[in-house]
């Protein structure tokens, strides 16, 4: 594949800061990015595979198989134990990362500390004959984050946004949370998310909002 074209397709996951619109595999991106050896891609591995996990579309499996050398497959095991562990640094707690850490072998599992260790350290590091800067990582992770949550503290004032994250994955699927997050935010929803919306998310919400439903809630948490 074209590095141009790569690069348009990243864009639509998510990194840098441009929403998908466009129908597309994202395991096959992901395996593409992977195969890239392309440092400014293997720096955004990160967020690339957050936003793919968080709308419920990648699949660990599937990108494997798009992978056919043993050091592709060596790489993106590679890449996604620095994923998790730069997530464990920023304290971010998704869903599904539990699952996909399970699908990692036993000593990429161990890969995972290593790599915290050298972010808390700001140790560089060698994925195949690559050199990562882990300063580096974190600020781009960082900021990336910083930028996405700044729509929101504009419409809620809420001391800890990750937390919030978290929360809305206990209640609402991937899907769900994104449709949820862009009516917060006032962005375009399409006919069909608007219809989704209407008949699912709603109905949500509106438990959510619900004061007779909080208040047993709280008296639960008093047992």
């Not at 955004?44 to 699949?59: D, H, R, S, Y």
């Not at 949550?149 to 809420?158: C, F």
């Amino acid at each position: 594949m074209k590095s141009s074209e790569l690069l348009r397709r990243v864009k639509l996951l998510g990194f840098p800061l441009l929403e998908a619109e466009e129908s597309q595999d994202v395991n096959l991106t992901l395996a593409e990015v992977v195969k890239s050896r392309n440092m400014r891609l293997w720096e955004g591995f990160p967020i690339i595979l957050v936003n793919c996990a968080e709308k419920g579309l990648f699949n660990y499996d599937k990108v494997k198989k798009y992978l056919k050398k043993v050091s592709e497959k060596t790489n993106f095991t590679l890449l996604v134990a620095l994923s998790l562990a730069l997530y464990k640094l920023f304290h971010l707690k998704f869903s599904w990362v539990n699952e996909l850490y399970n699908c990692l072998p036993d000593k990429r599992r161990k890969k995972v500390e290593e790599f915290l260790e050298k972010f808390k350290n700001n140790t560089d590091f060698y994925i195949a004959d690559q050199k990562m800067s882990a300063q580096r990582l974190k600020n781009i992770f960082n900021n990336y984050f910083r930028q996405t949550q700044s729509k929101l503290n504009e419409l809620l004032s809420i001391k800890d946004e990750l937390n919030l994250e978290y929360l809305l994955s206990q209640i609402f699927s991937p899907k769900q949370k994104e449709l949820f997050l862009k009516k917060l935010k006032r962005e375009k929803l399409t006919k069909t998310e608007k219809e989704y919306f209407s008949r699912v998310v709603k109905k949500k919400v509106l438990a959510l909002a619900n004061s007779n439903l909080h208040r047993l809630a709280q008296r639960l948490l008093e047992y």
